[in-house]
């Protein structure tokens, strides 16, 4: 039954919280309930802010007591935009934001709904960091709970390997403590199970020194895509650990650092960073700097923090976005010729991005984490984006018709963080893996079988039924 929510029945809630509810028709429930994805724009029943763990017990209390689901909110960056949605209790993490660095010991535990740049300028201020998404105003949470993939995984691990404790609420209001030793199973699952289990309200990670990097861009025309793919794949074979790359096919936007002559049209984009000693930095990008057209010299030493934010300006605030992809193999010239016919002519906002695993997050065995795609070679994305006022049709259309045009078999597994909302059942225990899943299932199980966190890449807690031969 359809509850509405008004201050009479929620007093208990207003009155057992520090933090805020807020309910429809408030002024700042329209605000409080956007998310980076504009086409996903849900009316949860309430929304409560916690700010302590204390606070995300009673709001689980009281929507099991209601039997309310619950979408929990970190950085709001998920594509599927699950972090709102219709009739449910959506509970908004973004007050929960504290860092606490400990240099000593290198590591820092975090709250649940920090973004990347809070948790990255305080390491930083160390010297110190971990690995986490490539731009700043990214959930920490949804990242981590995800794999979590940046500038740092091929030499420091996924974020989620850097995990080493968690501080959760279960859909029974308990606060547990998850680590290797503390509810072992449950650990495994956060670790690449998206947040199918609880609420985390704290992370707990190792920090690795992080000094200033070599990093930068060079960009080529699209007559030179299948040169700079082999180029990229080259790199990744040979660059070792401390050198990430990622590639891009974008139509180049009228920004200044553009040669002038590229604005407008396709283009490859090549952005490196070389953790490496800091005197090797110049030779170990040579070859890419030597392959053309650097824009404007763009190869140069910064600090992590400023290369963390490099792509901000170009990432809106909010959009209505569409994405495809998955793991991919090695690119073979087969695969790179299908690659660039595919990725012609993005629209205006939209890009083909390749980055690499490899290097320490295929050190990890699958079974450690449930994070299973380890040995896959690169992630590979159609990210269509358009303006919130614009229906963005015509983006989605490319990115469905880009990626559907791919040779059978180059995309081996869906990436639960790139995901659209409301996918197949087949296709959300593909990119969870198979035999991962049953495991999966029986931690939701575990933790979660009234399923109150299913606006996610969900994982059913009950086992499947299967259809008896007749
Ligand atoms: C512009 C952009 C850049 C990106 N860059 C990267 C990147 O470099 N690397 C990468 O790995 N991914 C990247 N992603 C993908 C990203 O990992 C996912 O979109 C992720 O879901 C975002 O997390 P969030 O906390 O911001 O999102 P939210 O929408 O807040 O959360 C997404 C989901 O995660 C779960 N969740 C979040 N926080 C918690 C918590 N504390 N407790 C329990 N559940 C929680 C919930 O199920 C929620 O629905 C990027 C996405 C965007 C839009």
Redesign the pocket.
């Known amino acids: 039954m359809k509850v509405n929510f008004t201050s009479r029945n929620v007093t208990g809630l207003r009155e057992r919280l520090a933090g805020r509810v807020v309910l429809p028709g408030q002024e700042e429930y329209d605000a409080t309930r956007q998310?980076?994805n504009a086409s996903h724009d849900h009316r949860p029943a309430l929304i409560a802010q916690p700010v302590s763990a204390a606070d995300v017990q009673a709001t689980l209390r009281f929507a099991g007591d209601r039997g309310l689901p619950v979408?929990?909110?970190?950085?709001?960056?998920?594509?599927a935009?699950?972090?709102v949605a219709d009739g449910a209790l959506m509970l908004d993490?973004s007050a929960m934001i504290s860092v606490r660095v400990d240099p000593a010991r290198r590591v820092a535990t975090v709250g649940?709904?920090a973004t990347w740049g809070t948790l990255d300028q305080a390491t930083q201020a160390a010297g110190l960091a971990v690995t986490g998404?490539?731009?700043s105003p990214?959930?920490?949470?949804?990242?981590t709970?995800?794999?979590?993939?940046?500038w740092l995984h091929r030499l420091l691990g996924l974020?989620c390997d850097n995990l080493l404790a968690a501080e959760i609420v279960t859909a029974d209001a308990d606060v547990l403590r998850v680590s290797a030793q503390e509810h072992p199973e449950l650990f495994w699952a956060l670790r690449g199970g998206?947040?199918n289990f609880?609420?985390?309200t704290a992370f707990t990670f190792a920090l690795h020194p992080v000094g200033p990097v070599h990093a930068g861009t060079v960009i080529c025309p699209m007559e030179r895509a299948a040169d700079a793919l082999a180029l990229y794949q080259h790199l990744c074979d040979t660059g070792g650990d401390e050198l990430f790359l990622r590639a891009m096919v974008v139509t180049a936007p009228p920004a200044p650092f553009i040669p002038e002559q590229l604005r407008g049209r396709p283009v490859v984009i090549l952005s490196a960073a070389w953790f490496g000693p800091s005197g090797r930095g110049e030779s170990a990008l040579r070859e890419l700097r030597e392959f053309g057209d650097p824009a404007a010299g763009l190869l140069r030493p910064l600090p992590y923090v400023q290369l963390q934010r490099m792509q901000d300006a170009s990432?809106p605030r909010r959009v209505r976005?569409a994405s495809l992809g998955g793991f991919t193999g090695p690119l073979t010239a087969g695969v790179i010729d299908a690659l660039v016919s595919a990725a012609a002519q993005p629209p205006p906002m939209s890009m083909v991005e390749l980055q690499p695993l490899g290097g320490a997050v295929a050190r990890v065995s699958p079974d450690a984490t449930a994070f299973q795609y380890r040995r896959a070679a690169h992630c590979l994305a159609f990210l269509a984006a358009a303006r919130p006022d614009d229906p963005g049709a015509e983006q989605a259309v490319w990115a469905e018709k880009a990626s559907g045009s791919l040779p059978a078999g180059t995309i081996l597994a869906p990436i639960v963080?790139?995901m659209g909302r409301d996918e197949p059942e087949d296709h959300v225990r593909a990119a969870y893996g198979g035999a991962a899943y049953a495991r999966l299932a029986a931690v939701k199980r575990a933790y979660d079988p009234g399923n109150m966190?299913r606006?996610?890449q969900n994982i059913r807690p009950q086992p499947q039924v299967l259809s008896q031969p007749a």
Do not use: E, T
Request: net charge neutral; with cysteine.
């Open positions: 998310v980076w979408c929990v909110r970190g950085g709001g960056h998920n594509h935009g699950y972090a993490l649940g709904g998404a490539d731009v990214v959930g920490v949470g949804g990242v709970l995800g794999g979590g993939v940046g974020s998206g947040g609880g609420a985390v990432v976005a963080h790139i966190f606006f996610n």
